[in-house]
């Protein structure tokens, strides 16, 4: 008897839900860094832990991204929107690592700009998990409040950078330049994280 050949599709795993889970490790380092700009924690300990998750989490994303047979999304958009939360996440540590070697404390601007920057990685991540839920609409219109978070950022940026010209202190105003951009280059990039939610959903419609 001729015996039948079956024939077995690889295993797909869920990268989007690796996606998630470093969103959801992107939202706890904005609120972390938000914590530390408001004097609530001395250093960026946990940040820095945090850091380290986030990158297991985009090496495991990526290597099932070059195992998986179909993925729920372009991978060029998977592998785009995790580079993107990935820069976040290491800005933000970069940012207070920048601020302990220069020894200077977050001031009320950096608390404001950190706090509106935690606001815009909880929205992606609320974003890319209604995304995952099939709520499309839903992710662009959580995506959109992520970017307008950010433009009350950028007034805040501006009002800091101009207030530092009444400052003499050169020292101060140098390192306080740096740590203003610092969180500036983040808003970016999460804008461009945002940014990439809408192109991902345009693609799938």
């Given at each position: 008897m001729k015996r039948r050949r079956r024939w077995f599709l690889p295993a797909n795993p869920d990268v989007i839900g690796q996606l998630t889970a470093q969103s959801k490790l992107t939202a706890e380092a904005g609120g972390e860094l938000?914590?530390?700009?408001?004097?609530?924690?001395?250093?960026?300990?946990?940040?820095?832990?945090l850091e380290h998750e986030a990158d297991t989490c985009k090496r495991d994303l990526r290597r099932s991204l070059s195992e998986a047979f179909t993925t729920p999304l372009d991978p060029e958009?998977?592998?785009?929107?995790?580079?993107?939360?990935?820069?976040?996440?290491?800005?933000?540590?970069?940012?207070?690592?920048?601020?302990?070697?220069?020894?200077?404390?977050?001031?009320?601007?950096?608390?404001?700009?950190?706090?509106?920057?935690?606001?815009?990685?909880?929205?992606?991540?609320?974003?890319?998990?209604?995304?995952?839920?099939?709520?499309?609409?839903?992710?662009?219109?959580i995506a959109?409040?992520?970017?307008?978070?950010?433009?009350?950022?950028?007034?805040?940026y501006r009002r800091a950078m101009s207030a530092l010209v009444e400052n003499e202190d050169l020292r101060e105003v140098t390192a306080r330049r740096e740590l203003y951009r610092r969180f500036a280059r983040i808003g970016d990039e999460l804008v461009l994280v945002a940014e990439r939610i809408w192109y991902s959903v345009l693609k799938e419609d």
């Open positions: 938000a914590a530390w700009a408001a004097g609530e924690t001395e250093d960026g300990e946990l940040l820095r832990r958009d998977i592998f785009e929107l995790s580079r993107g939360l990935d820069e976040i996440v290491n800005e933000a540590k970069n940012l207070v690592g920048e601020a302990e070697a220069m020894s200077t404390p977050p001031d009320a601007a950096m608390a404001k700009m950190a706090k509106q920057l935690a606001g815009g990685t909880r929205r992606l991540d609320e974003a890319l998990r209604a995304f995952a839920a099939g709520h499309q609409d839903e992710a662009t219109a959109d409040r992520a970017v307008k978070d950010q433009r009350h950022a950028q007034h805040t």
